[in-house]
């Protein structure tokens, strides 16, 4: 494990980095013997002093839920960020391209809690009981370390690369559907870029929540009602850049939109 005091410094240089929108050089490269923990605990602290500077935690998001991402970043299961008020946007929304680094989308369902969720035993069926509504979203992917050459460690600490949520459709009780197969098509400026079906997601997208739950539980913690939960994408990322308008179409669930000013 790291010193404390080092992760500490690790986290606010993250506060800096997001503040300034300049890129950070990889903690890997200066610290090589960092672990997974190391980094849920820069995340950590990180999010302890967004939120003693007033932001609001209003969900979590999950990352790395396909097979394939896992290979490549040479893990075993997912990982996870948090999401603050000030990140998210309404559907068709003008987002500006210069808040974030590295700007990528993905095509992702979110989960909205009625009740809290709470490991270490948490089933897909429980997650199913506690979700009032499920709805189509996009996720604005953002870095605050630089790419090339970085780990797991470094993603984790990166807040799980999350930059914000757009949030559209049609909110659907998750009993009304069967949520491994809803699907959607991805648009940028008019062309379809990506294709996917929630199944992806773990072979069921509340299977990343109950995941989630059964993590934050090893760390102390629990999903709260009213959270949203971000499930993971069904799509690879898509490169975006200032002027592009993107659109995701889940067929009966709804579409969303948002254009990067």
Same mark, same amino acid.
Request: glycine share 8%; charged share 25%; hydrophobic share 40%.
């Given at each position: 494990m790291?010193?404390?005091?080092t992760?500490?410094?690790l986290?606010?240089e993250?506060?800096?980095?997001?503040?300034?929108?300049?890129?950070?050089?990889r903690?890997?490269?200066?610290f090589?013997?960092a672990?997974?923990?190391?980094?849920?605990?820069?995340?950590?602290?990180?999010?302890?002093?967004?939120?003693?500077?007033?932001?609001?935690?209003?969900g979590?998001?999950?990352?790395?839920?396909?097979?394939a991402m896992?290979a490549a970043?040479?893990?075993?299961?997912?990982?996870?960020?948090?999401?603050?008020?000030d990140?998210?946007?309404? $559907?068709?929304? +003008?987002?500006?391209h /210069? @808040?974030?680094?590295?700007?990528? &989308?993905?095509?992702?369902?979110? =989960?909205?809690?009625?009740?809290p969720?709470e490991?270490?035993?948490?089933?897909?069926?429980?997650?199913?009981?506690?979700?009032?509504?499920v709805?189509?979203?996009?996720?604005?992917?953002?870095s605050?370390?630089?790419?090339e050459?970085?780990?797991?460690?470094?993603?984790i600490?990166?807040?799980?690369?999350y930059?914000?949520l757009?949030l559209?459709?049609?909110?659907?009780?998750?009993?009304?559907?069967?949520?491994?197969?809803?699907s959607?098509?991805?648009y940028?400026?008019?062309?379809?870029?990506?294709?996917?079906?929630?199944?992806?997601?773990?072979?069921?997208p509340?299977?990343?929540?109950?995941?989630?739950? $059964?993590?934050? +539980?090893r760390?102390g /913690? @629990?999903?709260?009602?009213?959270? &949203?939960?971000?499930?993971?994408? =069904?799509?690879?990322?898509?490169?975006?850049?200032?002027?592009?308008t993107?659109?995701?179409?889940?067929?009966?669930?709804?579409?969303?939109?948002?254009?990067?000013?």
């Open positions: 790291l010193a404390k005091d992760i500490t410094s986290a606010e993250l506060a800096q980095a997001e503040r300034t929108h300049e890129l950070m050089p903690i890997t490269a200066r090589p013997e672990t997974v923990e190391d980094s849920y605990a820069i995340q950590a602290v990180w999010k302890e002093k967004s939120l003693a500077a007033g932001r609001r935690l209003v979590r998001k999950i990352g790395l839920t396909s097979r896992q970043t040479g893990i075993t299961e997912p990982d996870y960020g948090v999401m603050f008020d990140t998210v946007w309404e $559907n068709g929304a +003008h987002i500006p /210069d @808040r974030f680094s590295n700007v990528r &989308i993905e095509v992702e369902l979110a =989960f909205v809690l009625k009740e969720l490991g270490p035993y948490c089933t897909l069926f429980d997650v199913m009981r506690a979700t009032e509504y709805t189509p979203a996009l996720e604005v992917l953002n605050r370390i630089e790419l050459g970085r780990t797991i460690v470094d993603t600490s990166d807040n799980a690369a930059g914000g757009v559209g459709g049609n909110p659907t009780s998750p009993d009304a559907i069967d949520l491994r197969w809803v959607a098509l991805l940028r400026n008019e062309t379809i870029e990506e294709t996917g079906v929630a199944a992806g997601v773990l072979n069921h509340a299977s990343g929540v109950a995941w989630l739950a $059964n993590k934050t +539980h760390h /913690d @629990r999903l709260e009602a009213g959270e &949203i939960i971000l499930a993971g994408s =069904f799509t690879r990322p898509v490169w975006i850049e200032k002027g592009d993107v659109l995701a179409d889940y067929g009966p669930m709804g579409t969303i939109s948002c254009r990067f000013i």
